[in-house]
């Protein structure tokens, strides 16, 4: 079900799986003179934005680049910022999740995230286990090879046990040891800042997404530049190594609503 489309967007046509690269908090907070800081907590704002009007538009899963495993490298200060930043935005998120069917769930490494913001994943978690709309999914302490370790080291571990036949191992095995296996295929690879590099961020899962990058940096992201980059995504003929638009691909992603 899809409400009060953009102009220009093809209910038909919508990424089922739309994943966002958020990036320029620094840049956009540096442009006013500010601190850092300012921006991400601006770029909280724009991910309400997103969240809702993907809710809205037909999106059924969302993943969103909120900290990468690199990220830690940050100094201490800014990285406490943006924890804090974390847990503020949990503790407000849940009316907005509630009001547009929302679950949200964390692939990552949230175990290395400090107990007050894993608390209040479980409880957000939790309190929206039954919406089925939509799945936010936020990649917190997030590192695309980590995760394809991860899931090496448990299909190892069934090999070792004697449950599983290496020369059974096929791509839907691996798939189905990511983080969320639920999540599938990425459709469309969103990244704000004008940058063109995917910086750790689902390298299993997007490898025949769409690539849009645009230079409106993340707290500046409304509804407006949203709906142009998904215009953007359905401008794009996606082949899947056919040699016809449309082609099935068996690379499959969350349907559109
Ligand atoms: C993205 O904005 C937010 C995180 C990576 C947590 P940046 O903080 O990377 O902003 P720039 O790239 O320095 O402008
Ligand atoms: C990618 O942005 C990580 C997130 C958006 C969370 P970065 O700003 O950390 O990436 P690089 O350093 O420009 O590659
Ligand atoms: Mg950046």
Redesign the pocket.
Do not use: G, K, L, V
């Given at each position: 079900m899809t409400a009060d489309l953009p102009h220009g967007l093809d209910p038909a046509r919508m990424p089922g799986h739309v994943a966002v690269?958020?990036?320029g908090n620094g840049r956009w907070a540096k442009g006013k003179g500010w601190e850092r800081i300012n921006g991400h907590k601006r770029g909280a704002e724009a991910v309400r934005t997103v969240t809702t009007c993907s809710a809205r538009w037909g999106v059924r899963r969302l993943t969103l680049?909120?900290?990468?495993t690199?990220?830690w490298q940050r100094p201490a200060l800014e990285v406490e910022g943006l924890m804090r930043l974390l847990a503020d935005y949990l503790d407000h998120e849940l009316p907005t999740l509630m009001d547009n069917g929302v679950r949200l769930t964390v692939i990552g490494q949230p175990e290395r995230l400090p107990e007050r913001v894993r608390e209040r994943l479980r409880r957000v978690m939790d309190a929206t286990a039954g919406n089925a709309r939509m799945t936010l999914a936020l990649a917190l302490s997030y590192g695309g090879r980590e995760e394809i370790a991860g899931a090496c080291r448990r299909i190892a571990a069934q090999v070792a046990a004697g449950s599983l036949d290496p020369a059974a191992i096929t791509p839907e095995t691996v798939a189905a040891h990511l983080d969320d296996p639920a999540g599938g295929e990425v459709d469309c690879v969103i990244r704000t800042a004008g940058?063109h590099?995917l910086?750790n961020?689902l390298p299993w899962q997007a490898i025949y997404a769409e690539y849009v990058t645009t230079p409106v940096l993340w707290p500046d992201m409304d509804e407006a530049a949203y709906a142009a980059c998904l215009r953007e995504f359905q401008r794009r003929e996606r082949r899947f190594g056919g040699v016809e638009a449309g082609g099935t691909s068996r690379f499959r992603s969350p349907s559109p609503a």
């Open positions: 690269i958020m990036d680049y909120a900290f990468s690199e990220n940058e590099r910086s961020f």
